[in-house]
Protein backbone atom coordinates (compact mmCIF):
# COMPACT_ATOMS: atom_id res chain seq x y z
CA UNK A 1 0.00 0.00 0.00
CA UNK A 2 1.01 3.74 -0.59
CA UNK A 3 1.87 5.79 2.12
CA UNK A 4 2.04 9.49 2.20
CA UNK A 5 5.63 10.94 3.38
CA UNK A 6 6.72 14.32 4.15
CA UNK A 7 10.44 15.59 4.56
CA UNK A 8 10.78 18.10 6.62
CA UNK A 9 14.77 19.01 6.64
CA UNK A 10 16.34 15.73 7.46
CA UNK A 11 12.98 14.18 9.19
CA UNK A 12 10.24 12.20 7.33
CA UNK A 13 7.08 12.00 8.44
CA UNK A 14 4.18 9.63 7.93
CA UNK A 15 0.48 10.14 7.50
CA UNK A 16 0.25 6.58 8.98
CA UNK A 17 -2.32 5.58 6.42
CA UNK A 18 -2.33 2.77 4.26
CA UNK A 19 -3.81 3.69 0.66
CA UNK A 20 -4.11 0.48 -0.56
CA UNK A 21 -6.43 1.26 -3.44
CA UNK A 22 -4.40 3.76 -4.95
CA UNK A 23 -1.78 1.04 -4.85
CA UNK A 24 -3.50 -1.72 -6.41
CA UNK A 25 -5.00 0.23 -9.48
CA UNK A 26 -1.72 2.62 -9.99
CA UNK A 27 -1.62 1.57 -13.76
CA UNK A 28 -5.40 2.24 -14.22
CA UNK A 29 -5.35 5.42 -12.61
CA UNK A 30 -2.29 6.32 -14.31
CA UNK A 31 -4.27 5.81 -17.35
CA UNK A 32 -7.03 7.72 -16.00
CA UNK A 33 -4.62 10.79 -15.63
CA UNK A 34 -2.84 10.49 -18.65
CA UNK A 35 -5.85 10.01 -21.22
CA UNK A 36 -8.86 11.55 -19.79
CA UNK A 37 -7.06 14.44 -17.66
CA UNK A 38 -4.12 15.25 -19.75
CA UNK A 39 -1.89 15.30 -16.67
CA UNK A 40 1.42 13.76 -15.17
CA UNK A 41 0.80 10.26 -13.84
CA UNK A 42 -0.19 9.53 -10.26
CA UNK A 43 3.23 7.30 -10.25
CA UNK A 44 5.38 10.54 -10.90
CA UNK A 45 4.73 11.33 -6.83
CA UNK A 46 5.50 7.86 -5.86
CA UNK A 47 8.66 6.16 -4.32
CA UNK A 48 8.96 2.23 -5.50
CA UNK A 49 11.97 1.33 -4.31
CA UNK A 50 11.38 1.23 -0.15
CA UNK A 51 11.32 -1.45 2.05
CA UNK A 52 10.48 -0.94 5.47
CA UNK A 53 14.20 0.31 5.81
CA UNK A 54 14.27 3.58 4.83
CA UNK A 55 18.20 4.97 3.59
CA UNK A 56 19.32 8.23 3.43
CA UNK A 57 16.55 10.95 2.30
CA UNK A 58 18.37 12.17 -0.29
CA UNK A 59 18.17 8.61 -2.01
CA UNK A 60 14.21 8.91 -2.28
CA UNK A 61 12.56 10.85 -4.80
CA UNK A 62 10.87 13.80 -3.40
CA UNK A 63 8.07 16.34 -4.84
CA UNK A 64 6.62 20.08 -4.39
CA UNK A 65 3.60 19.37 -2.77
CA UNK A 66 2.01 22.07 -4.73
CA UNK A 67 2.82 19.63 -7.65
CA UNK A 68 1.13 16.99 -5.78
CA UNK A 69 -1.70 18.71 -4.47
CA UNK A 70 -2.34 19.95 -8.31
CA UNK A 71 -2.26 16.37 -9.77
CA UNK A 72 -4.85 14.77 -6.21
CA UNK A 73 -7.14 17.42 -6.53
CA UNK A 74 -7.54 17.14 -10.58
CA UNK A 75 -7.63 13.66 -10.20
CA UNK A 76 -10.06 13.90 -7.31
CA UNK A 77 -12.75 16.17 -9.35
CA UNK A 78 -12.43 13.62 -12.25
CA UNK A 79 -13.22 10.59 -9.99
CA UNK A 80 -16.18 12.66 -8.65
CA UNK A 81 -18.02 13.00 -11.25
CA UNK A 82 -18.22 9.53 -12.06
CA UNK A 83 -20.66 7.61 -11.28
CA UNK A 84 -18.75 3.77 -12.50
CA UNK A 85 -15.66 3.15 -13.23
CA UNK A 86 -14.83 -0.67 -14.47
CA UNK A 87 -12.70 -1.77 -12.42
CA UNK A 88 -13.68 -0.42 -8.62
CA UNK A 89 -17.42 -1.13 -7.44
CA UNK A 90 -19.21 1.78 -5.80
CA UNK A 91 -17.82 1.00 -2.16
CA UNK A 92 -14.37 1.25 -3.71
CA UNK A 93 -15.00 4.12 -5.89
CA UNK A 94 -15.57 6.35 -2.43
CA UNK A 95 -12.92 4.68 -0.51
CA UNK A 96 -10.58 5.47 -3.40
CA UNK A 97 -11.96 9.10 -3.22
CA UNK A 98 -10.82 9.18 0.74
CA UNK A 99 -7.44 7.65 -0.09
CA UNK A 100 -7.20 10.81 -2.57
CA UNK A 101 -8.39 13.38 0.20
CA UNK A 102 -6.12 12.18 2.93
CA UNK A 103 -3.44 12.80 0.54
CA UNK A 104 -4.69 15.70 -1.08
CA UNK A 105 -4.54 17.06 3.02
CA UNK A 106 -1.32 15.40 3.92
CA UNK A 107 0.26 17.45 0.74
CA UNK A 108 -1.06 20.63 1.94
CA UNK A 109 0.08 20.14 5.18
CA UNK A 110 3.81 19.18 3.60
CA UNK A 111 3.03 22.82 1.92
CA UNK A 112 2.42 24.26 5.08
CA UNK A 113 5.21 22.93 6.27
CA UNK A 114 7.71 23.93 3.41
CA UNK A 115 7.95 20.12 3.04
CA UNK A 116 8.55 17.86 0.35
CA UNK A 117 6.23 15.13 -0.11
CA UNK A 118 5.98 11.62 -2.01
CA UNK A 119 3.59 8.54 -1.93
CA UNK A 120 5.88 5.41 -1.03
CA UNK A 121 4.98 1.91 -1.60
CA UNK A 122 5.51 -0.22 1.65
CA UNK A 123 5.81 -3.82 1.31
Known amino acids: ?8 GE ?5 DSDKYLM ?10 CV ?7 LSSLCEF ?20 LELLSTLQSWLKQQTQLEFLSEAQHNVLLD ?4 SIAF ?5 ENNAKFNLSLIS
Open 1 to 8: AFVGYQLI
Open 11 to 15: EMISD
Open 23 to 32: SQYLDEIDSI
Open 35 to 41: EHLGINK
Open 49 to 68: DIDNEFGSSEEILWVEPNVA
Open 99 to 102: EIEE
Open 107 to 111: AQLAS
